[in-house]
């Protein structure tokens, strides 16, 4: 079965950086289109970033303007979101998933960025 497991994730103050990692498991990771969502407290859950399977098209929300990269190593069924000058906007649960709605998801990572 589908099994994602996302880490990496902590407590930062403004400006510093995390690199999140997913590690992948149950499907063809390779040839998927793999995604990252965020749920803020209180909020709903909104796209951050799209990788497609080869890793040279990505796409991003708005608002990460440039702080935030998407990228995939598909010989280790691993997906990673550097980022980076993370701002308090950013306080989130961080999810990777397999489909674009972000239904199918991991259990997510706790980000939190505070001074």
């Known amino acids: 079965q589908v099994q994602l497991v996302e880490s990496g994730g902590g407590l930062v103050q403004p400006g510093e950086s995390l690199n999140l990692s997913c590690a992948a498991s149950?499907?063809?990771?390779?040839?998927?289109?793999m995604f990252w969502f965020r749920q803020p407290p209180g909020k709903g859950l909104e796209w951050v970033s799209t990788i497609l399977s080869g890793g040279d098209i990505t796409n991003y929300n708005g608002w990460v303007k440039g702080r935030f990269t998407v990228s995939r190593d598909n010989a280790k069924n691993a997906l990673y979101l550097q980022m980076n000058s993370l701002k308090s906007d950013d306080t989130a649960i961080y999810y990777c998933?397999?489909?674009?709605?972000?239904?199918?998801r991991g259990q997510g990572t706790q980000v939190t960025v505070s001074s």
């Open positions: 149950g499907f063809t990771f390779s040839r998927s289109p």
């Open positions: 998933a397999k489909d674009s709605t972000g239904q199918e």
